[in-house]
């Protein structure tokens, strides 16, 4: 698979967990991929823009267009009124709804926690938990992850632990449970609330609740807190 399959692939969400894991460490050893990446991100939402306004401009000009004076057959006229009616009433809503897709959304402003709360050096011997379930989350195996986290959570129960479970419960698209969990944290007061708040607009985003990825949006900007320049250009998307 050369490069620009990967990348297609990465942005249609198609790569399993080792492939994923694989290509984020491209993305790290080579800036270009990366860039590249984002540009294919950013292009994406471009074209739909682009494609939506094209749709506008069409309906201007047929507003504006004069017809000729003809002989009318009533019925036919009608008929096809009726259809035209349908028609252009469904493009009407469509750009009256002129707003992003949510799963473009969502690829373009997703990505995992960096691990934060326990560091890992690669030198570093696997002799508890905390560290087996932290390096299988940096590494992308997030199935391992989920598992071990969930067992350090029974026997350690630290709330941050709570947020990365958040984190590796969206990277496998388990939005709804991730939801859970990030409410539970944000409840907890834990130090890293504004990450919570982050990822959980995004898991609404998925889940299709607009209207509580709005709300938790602005809760985060009011706190002024992590991501909140990418958090006001979210909003501005989608409300």
Known sequence: MNKEELIDRYLAGELNEEEKSN?????????SIAEEVKFRRELKLAIKKSERTQIKEMLSATEK???????????????????????ITGLWFFVLNDKPDPD?????????????????????S????????FLAYEQGNYKEARALFSKLEVERKDPYIQLYLGITL?????YSLATDYFNEYIKSEGKLKDRALWYLSLSYLKTGE??????????????????????????AKIE
């Open 23 to 31: 290509f984020k460490k491209m993305m790290d050893d080579d800036p």
């Open 210 to 235: 607009s209207g509580k990825a709005i709300q938790t949006l602005k809760k985060l900007i009011e706190m002024n807190g992590y991501n909140r320049y990418k958090a006001e250009e979210l909003l």
């Open 170 to 174: 969206m990277s496998m698209e388990d």
């Open 126 to 133: 696997i002799e508890n938990l905390e560290t087996e379930a």
């Open 104 to 124: 473009e959304l969502y690829v373009a402003y997703y990505a995992p926690y960096e691990n934060v709360v326990h560091p890992i050096e690669r030198s570093e």
């Open 65 to 87: 267009a004069r017809g000729k004076s003809v002989k009318i057959n009533w019925p036919m006229y009608l008929a096809a009124a009726s259809v035209a009616f349908i028609f």
